[in-house]
C-alpha cells in the first residue's frame, strides 16, 4: 500500500475519516478527500474552479479540524463539492487550495451533509517511518 | 457493555459509582438487553461527563444511548452555576436544537388513501431537502438577527403559522437569552437560505398514523384516536447551529485550558457558566434554538400549503414540537433545595411531567407531550411526562430509537433500492434524494424502538401514550 491513502471506519452515530501522507499537510488531503467521500463518489467532481483556505490553530488536532470545518464552510455557502487538494502548512498556518465545482444533485447523487468535524476520536500522530496519519469523527 | 462494571439498582436502573475524577456517579436507564448491547464507549463517555465541573446528581444515559462525541447520545447532565459549574458547546452538540414536531391533521388513514401518491410526490417536491437544496427565504442580515432573536415567534409574524402553534413549542417558540450579536458572521452566512430546509441524514418528514393507544386519557387531551394521520418533521437549526458549534468548540478548549479544567476528550469543551466564553456561548446557543424552531415553523407552513391544495378538508393543528440537543436553564428541586441548573440534553428528550409551570395551561394536567421518532420502517411514539421522570432525570427521557449500526455497516448489508422495496411492500412510501442515504438509513441499522420505549416507560422516565406507523417518508 502506497503512503497516501485515505479511509472511512465505522462510528455507530456518524462516520470516522481518516488521511495518510508522507507529511502531515499530505495526510491532511487525503482525509479532505475521506470527508468528500462520505457526501458522494469523487470520480464525479471535475476539477473546474479554485478556492483558496487557510486556517491557523495552536496544534495538529486543532488544525486538522479547522481544517476540514473551514472546507465545510466553504462547501455549504459556495455550494461546491470539492476532489482535488493541495496543503502547505507552516508554523501551524495552513494554506491550501480546493479544486471543485458547483453541487449537481443529478450527477453528484449526494448522500448526506456533514455538519462538521468534531473532536471525537482524533488524533494526528506520525509513526515510526516518518508518516502521518490524521483522523476524527464527523457528524451527519 | 460489561454488566459487570454496572450496579444494577432495579430492573431498569443501573448505577456507576464515581471513581477518580468522578464528581458524581453515572446512571444509566435501560433493560438488561438494552444494556448488553450498549457500547463500552457509552459507560466511558458518561464517565467523562461525570468528571466536568459543578455536575449535580448524575451523568445520565437514556435507554437509547450509543457513542457519541463527548457525550454519549442520550446523555443528560445538569450543572450548578454556583459550584463552578459548565456549559459544553459539546455537550449541545452540532445540531443544536435538533428536534421532532407533531402535527394533528384532522384526517383519518381512509381520507388519505386515494392521495398517498400525490402527497408524496407533492411533500418531496415542495420541502427543500438534501445538501445543497435551498429554502425560498433569503434573510438579509437584519431580518437573520430578527429571527435569531424572534424564533418560531418570527416565523409567526411572518405568516408561517398561526399564534396558536406557539403555546405548543418548547419556551412558546422563542428563547429570550438570544444574542445575535454572539453569533458570527460565518454562522450566518451559512443560515441565508437554509430556513425551511429539512437537512438530510436521520432528518425526515412523515405522514404516519396512529396505530395504538396506551393511555385513552391522556390521549383523548392530545386529541389521538387510532387510524388518524400525524405529520412529524425532524430536523434542526441547519448550517447555523453547525457553524455555532464549529466556532465555540476550539475557543472552549482553549478556556478549559487555560482555567485549569481536565478535559478528558477535547470534545467534552467547555466553559464556566459564569465566564465570559461561557456567556458568549449561551447567547449564541439560543440563537440557534431560536432558529430550529423557525425552521420547523416555516417547514410547517410549507406542509400546510401542500395539504390545503390537495386535502383542503385537512387542519394541521400543532401537537408539541421537543428540541433534543439543547442546553436550557431549569429549576429543579435538589435534596429539597430549588437550584437553577444548566440542563444539557445530547440526543435527548424534555419530558416534564404534570403541573410543571413552563407547560401551556391545556398541558398542565397532562403533562408534556414527548416526541420519539423511530426509523422509516418501524414506529414512532408519543409519551407524555411524568412526576417521578423530573426526578429521576431532571425530566428528561430517550429521544428515538438509537442507531445500532454504523452507516459504514449499513451501506454495507443493505441496498437504497432494496430497502426502499421492502418498504414499499409494507406499504409505506420512501421519497429520499439519496439511494445510499436511504441505505445508511435502514430501519434494520437501528435499535428496536419500542424495547426503547418500552424501558423508558418501565423506568418511570416518561409513559407511553401512542403508537405511530410511518405510511409516507421524504428524507434529505
Known amino acids: 500500500m502506497s503512503s497516501k491513502y485515505w479511509e472511512h471506519y465505522p462510528h455507530p452515530a456518524d462516520m470516522g ?55 465545510l464552510y466553504e462547501m455549504a455557502t459556495k455550494r461546491m463539492l470539492f476532489g482535488k487538494f493541495e496543503v502547505k502548512i507552516k508554523n501551524g498556518r495552513l494554506n491550501a487550495n480546493a479544486w471543485g465545482e458547483e453541487i449537481n444533485v443529478e450527477k453528484h447523487n449526494p448522500t448526506v451533509e456533514v455538519k462538521a468535524a468534531t473532536y471525537g476520536d482524533l488524533k494526528v500522530e506520525q509513526d515510526k517511518n516518518g508518516n502521518w496519519m490524521a483522523q476524527c469523527v464527523v457528524d451527519v | 457493555m460489561c454488566a459487570e462494571n454496572l450496579k444494577r439498582r432495579s430492573e431498569f436502573e443501573w448505577y456507576i459509582e464515581p471513581t477518580g475524577k468522578m464528581h458524581v456517579p453515572v446512571v444509566i436507564y435501560a433493560d438488561k438487553q438494552l444494556i448488553d448491547a450498549m457500547d463500552d464507549q457509552v459507560y466511558r463517555q458518561a464517565s467523562n461527563v461525570a468528571s466536568l465541573p459543578g455536575i449535580v446528581k448524575a451523568s445520565y444515559a437514556m435507554p437509547d444511548a450509543h457513542w457519541g462525541y463527548g457525550f454519549p447520545i442520550g446523555g443528560v447532565a445538569g450543572f450548578d452555576p454556583e459550584m463552578g459549574g459548565v456549559i459544553s458547546a459539546g455537550g449541545v452538540g452540532f445540531d443544536i436544537a435538533c428536534g421532532v414536531r407533531a402535527l394533528l391533521t384532522g384526517l383519518t388513514a381512509s381520507d388519505i388513501e386515494p392521495y398517498r401518491n400525490q402527497l408524496a410526490d407533492m411533500l418531496a417536491k415542495r420541502i427543500p431537502a438534501g445538501l445543497g437544496s435551498r429554502g425560498k427565504l433569503r434573510l438579509n442580515r437584519t431580518e437573520m438577527d430578527d429571527m435569531l432573536v424572534g424564533g418560531a415567534e418570527w416565523a409567526v409574524e411572518r405568516g408561517y403559522g398561526n399564534r396558536s402553534d406557539l403555546e405548543r413549542i418548547e419556551e412558546r417558540g422563542r428563547m429570550k437569552e438570544a444574542q445575535p450579536r454572539f453569533v458570527s458572521d460565518h454562522a450566518k452566512k451559512r443560515q441565508e437560505d437554509e430556513v425551511g430546509t429539512l437537512g438530510s441524514g436521520n432528518h425526515y418528514l412523515e405522514l404516519q398514523k396512529v396505530v395504538e393507544l396506551y393511555d385513552e386519557l391522556n390521549a383523548k387531551s392530545f386529541k389521538l384516536a387510532v387510524n388518524d394521520i400525524v405529520v412529524s418533521i425532524h430536523c434542526g437549526s441547519r448550517g447555523l447551529g453547525h457553524q455555532i458549534g464549529t466556532d465555540y468548540l476550539p475557543k472552549m478548549v482553549k478556556t478549559a485550558q487555560s482555567m485549569g479544567i481536565e478535559l478528558p476528550d477535547r470534545e467534552l469543551a467547555c466553559a464556566p457558566i459564569k465566564s465570559d466564553i461561557g456567556r458568549l456561548y449561551i447567547g449564541a446557543m439560543n440563537c440557534g434554538i431560536n432558529c430550529a424552531v423557525a425552521n420547523r415553523q416555516v417547514l410547517t407552513h410549507l406542509v400546510r400549503q401542500v395539504f390545503s391544495d390537495l386535502l383542503p378538508k385537512a387542519n394541521l393543528v400543532l401537537l408539541y414540537d421537543v428540541s433534543h440537543n439543547t442546553c436550557k436553564v431549569e429549576q429543579h428541586s435538589i435534596q ?3 437550584k437553577k441548573l444548566y440542563i444539557h440534553r445530547k440526543g435527548a428528550t424534555r419530558a416534564f411531567g404534570p403541573g410543571h409551570p413552563s407547560l401551556p395551561s391545556d398541558l398542565i394536567k397532562t403533562g408534556q407531550p414527548v416526541l420519539i421518532g423511530g426509523t ?11 412526576e417521578k421522570g423530573m426526578d429521576l432525570s431532571f425530566g428528561s427521557c430517550c429521544h428515538g430509537a438509537g442507531r445500532a449500526m454504523s452507516r459504514k455497516q449499513a451501506t454495507k448489508r443493505w441496498h437504497g433500492r432494496d430497502v426502499i422495496r421492502s418498504l414499499a411492500e409494507k406499504g409505506i412510501i420512501v421519497r429520499g434524494a439519496s439511494i445510499r ?40
Open chain 2, 437 to 476: 442515504g436511504v441505505a445508511e438509513e435502514a430501519p434494520g441499522a437501528y435499535k428496536d424502538v419500542s424495547a426503547v420505549v418500552e424501558a423508558t416507560e418501565k423506568a418511570g422516565l416518561a409513559k407511553k401514550v401512542a403508537k405511530l406507523e410511518p405510511l409516507i417518508c421524504v428524507k434529505g
Open chain 1, 17 to 71: 475519516i481518516r488521511g495518510f501522507g508522507p507529511n502531515l499537510a499530505g495526510a491532511f488531503e487525503q482525509a479532505a478527500l475521506a470527508l468528500t467521500a462520505v457526501i458522494t463518489d469523487l470520480q464525479t467532481i471535475e476539477p473546474k474552479e479554485k478556492v483558496e483556505i487557510s486556517c491557523q490553530e495552536q496544534d495538529n488536532e486543532l488544525l486538522f479540524v479547522g481544517w476540514l470545518n473551514a472546507l
Open chain 2, 336 to 338: 429539597g433545595q430549588t
Open chain 2, 376 to 386: 422509516m420502517g418501524t414506529a414512532s411514539y408519543i409519551l407524555v411526562g411524568t
